[in-house]
């Protein structure tokens, strides 16, 4: 596997490959990598003859600066789990190659970058379409692959590529979970081992929703008073969705598609974690 951390040199190794039509896939991170990121190098692996897959944690989308300095850095680690799962371009820049300016762009989605982490993290999605773009225009990928553990991240970098013309295929991939259904998360290597078994509740009740036959509103009222009387979490929001607009429902027959998306406070620091649940 090949290490590169600037953007020229990214641009001819990949100018090459394509020369030789060779189809590329794009597995975007920000470091940290666990089974979840694995899993989505694992299939671009299998659907395209290279794979690149950058390392960059993005300053621009972290609108609490204590969040960007306790976020875990493995570049070692990371380069030894990419190696392994068959990756042949690691693209892992300074912060000065991406931004030798600050960027000044404004993406706007709504409501998909409006609600919720959105509404929550005022100027996240902004950053993670500033990133996105950048990556998308020197990779130029014939394929992109994200993790549907950010659901709501999913549905603005659709909308930004229909907007921005990006030829790349969006693939979402599910959710990697625990064996108790804790969604894999960079983030949960914050959490004590009590703390990690109690998160595992989110998606247990979540989960239990489904099997409920309630309401839209009950349905949010069950989860979010389930999860808040567990002493170590508390619910900042629970929305119930339009799978594709993230806009709002309040019966199931409201769209063809239903999410559930959750953020949860667990433990003492504490951390936040999200997740989400299909209903229909
Ligand atoms: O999902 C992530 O890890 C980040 O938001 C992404 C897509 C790599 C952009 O920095």
């Known amino acids: ?29 920000m ?19 290279v794979t690149v897959v950058s390392i960059f944690l993005n300053p621009t989308q972290f609108n609490d600066p204590k969040d960007l300095e306790r976020y875990p850095r493995t570049l070692e680690a990371d380069c030894r789990l990419l190696e392994a799962c068959g990756a042949d371009i690691a693209f892992a820049p300074t912060v000065k190659e991406i931004y030798p300016e600050p960027d000044t762009r404004q993406f706007s989605y709504p409501p998909t970058d409006s609600v919720m982490e959105g509404a929550m993290r005022p100027g996240h999605f902004n950053g993670v379409c500033q990133i996105v773009s950048k990556l998308f225009s020197y990779v130029e990928p014939d394929r992109s692959y994200f993790g ?3 659901y709501q ?8 590529a229909a907007d921005l013309g990006i030829k790349s295929q969006i ?9 108790d259904g804790l969604a894999l998360s960079s983030r949960n290597t914050l959490l ?6 109690t998160a595992a509740n989110i998606y247990r009740i979540m989960k239990e929703s489904l099997t409920k036959n309630l309401s839209v509103q009950q349905t949010h009222d069950y989860v979010v008073n389930s999860i808040n009387a567990i002493p170590g979490l508390e619910v900042q929001y629970f929305s119930i969705v339009d799978g594709d607009s993230l806009a709002d429902v309040t019966s199931w027959d409201d769209a063809p598609s239903i999410v559930g998306c959750i953020t949860v406070f667990c433990g003492e620091k504490p951390i936040r974690l999200i997740d989400h649940i299909r209903y229909k």
């Open 1 to 29: 596997m090949k290490v590169i951390n600037n953007i020229s040199q990214l641009r001819e190794c990949l100018a090459e490959l394509r020369s030789k039509g060779q189809s590329i896939g794009f597995v975007p991170t």
């Open 31 to 49: 470091g940290a990598l666990h089974e979840g990121h694995a899993s989505l190098v694992r299939r671009s692996v299998k659907e395209n003859d």
């Open 148 to 150: 549907e553990k950010d």
């Open 153 to 160: 991240q999913i549905a603005v970098i659709r909308r930004m």
């Open 171 to 179: 693939v979402p991939c599910p959710v990697v979970r625990q064996s």
């Open 192 to 197: 004590s081992e009590e703390e990690r078994i």
